[in-house]
């Protein structure tokens, strides 16, 4: 270990390292990534055996919970904490029948296993993008200013104390979403079919003309920046109209709006943003959807999908029975178009600026 830092050695022993996992990770240049995983598992005491025991169940039984919420444990290893002991407690209510409480439980054990895997799929997003977040925002300027190991470990080290002090508050946040989220089921679903399935709302996509050719011919880092800021700005539109991002798909983005005028604004906006680079363009549908774990299925999604494929650069195309809807938008004839999937010409209207 002649080539590491004695500081570096030392806060590697205190996060709980070896000699000979630093060596190791020093000759394969991996010192960083030792350091963050130390301080991310450093809570975990306790086999799968363990919990399993504690709960007076099989370990077979919390490897598919885990499995559920997307997570793969190693029965050999120390992979949980006093933590997990309460959070599966808390998630015995979902009905999941694992954990010898499935007589109390309330929802049937596949509302609670689709419950779960939801969880698992949304936290899973989460940190899959702090992930990328992290190395293209902190490593690469670590990498472009040729820092020294000893800041990069140091780095690497705070990120993993960051990662725990979020963690207790996400709980919170998750609270303050699901109000909102309660919020906008309620306006969406009133007045629709007794059975729920449907919500009521406007569907829209707005995609980068000319993305593709573009992403060949400029480098990484600028694509990067590229998708980044239309990801960040269609978050920031969509949620000052009150409405939601569902998706991005690729070069595109699929968001929900309560009203037709908020998912026109939301559409607008977003041309109006990225008028100077690769051109965007837009179609939306105000109706009745089939809602199902946070996205949106049927004709009115089918529709806007095809009519964003339609519209010209810089255009938003919507039906005209959305055009109807509309109070603070203007809109103006635009012909009809037989579009993929359906029978019969559409009748189809331009948002005005």
């Not at 590697?12 to 390292?17: C, E, S, T, V, Y």
């Not at 394969?28 to 306790?46: C, E, K, Q, S, T």
């Not at 009905?95 to 936290?123: C, F, K, M, P």
């Not at 925002?137 to 725990?164: C, K, M, N, P, Y």
Request: charged content about 25%; some cysteine.
């Amino acid at each position: 270990m002649g080539d590491v830092p004695q500081s570096v050695i030392q806060l590697l022993h205190d996060l709980g390292a070896n000699d000979e996992e630093i060596e190791s990770a020093s000759a394969i240049n991996r010192l960083p990534a030792l350091a963050v995983d130390y301080v991310l598992a450093r809570d975990f005491a306790l086999t799968v055996d363990d919990v399993a025991e504690h709960f007076g169940t099989r370990p077979e039984s919390i490897v598919e919970i885990y499995r559920l919420l997307g997570v793969t444990l190693d029965r050999r290893g120390r992979v949980l904490g006093t933590n997990d002991i309460a959070l599966l407690d808390a998630l015995s209510i979902a009905g999941t029948r694992r954990l010898g409480t499935g007589d109390e439980a309330n929802l049937s054990q596949d509302a609670g296993e689709n419950l779960l895997r939801v969880i698992g799929a949304s936290v899973g997003r989460i940190a899959d993008a702090a992930v990328s977040t992290f190395i293209q925002d902190v490593e690469s300027q670590l990498q472009v200013g040729f820092a020294d190991i000893d800041t990069w470990v140091r780095a690497e080290t705070q990120i993993g104390e960051v990662a725990h002090q979020v963690a207790p508050g996400l709980g919170t946040l998750f609270i303050h979403h699901l109000i909102d989220a309660i919020r906008r089921q309620r306006v969406t679903q009133d007045g629709t079919a007794p059975d729920r399935l449907m919500a009521r709302l406007g569907v829209g996509f707005v995609d980068l003309v000319g993305f593709t050719p573009l992403s060949l011919h400029i480098s990484a880092a600028d694509l990067v920046k590229l998708v980044t800021r239309f990801e960040q700005r269609a978050f920031d539109i969509t949620t000052t109209h009150d409405g939601r991002v569902v998706k991005h798909i690729g070069d595109e983005v699929m968001y929900a709006a309560l009203t037709a005028d908020d998912a026109a604004e939301i559409a607008l906006d977003l041309l109006a943003e990225f008028a100077g680079d690769v051109q965007p363009r837009g179609g939306l549908c105000f109706g009745e959807a089939l809602t199902l774990r946070g996205d949106y299925y049927g004709p009115v999604v089918n529709l806007a999908a095809r009519l964003v494929d339609e519209a010209v650069p810089g255009e938003v195309l919507i039906d005209v029975g959305t055009a109807a809807l509309l109070q603070r938008v203007q809109s103006e004839p635009a012909g009809r178009r037989l579009l993929k999937g359906f029978d019969e010409p559409i009748s189809v209207c331009s948002l005005t600026v």
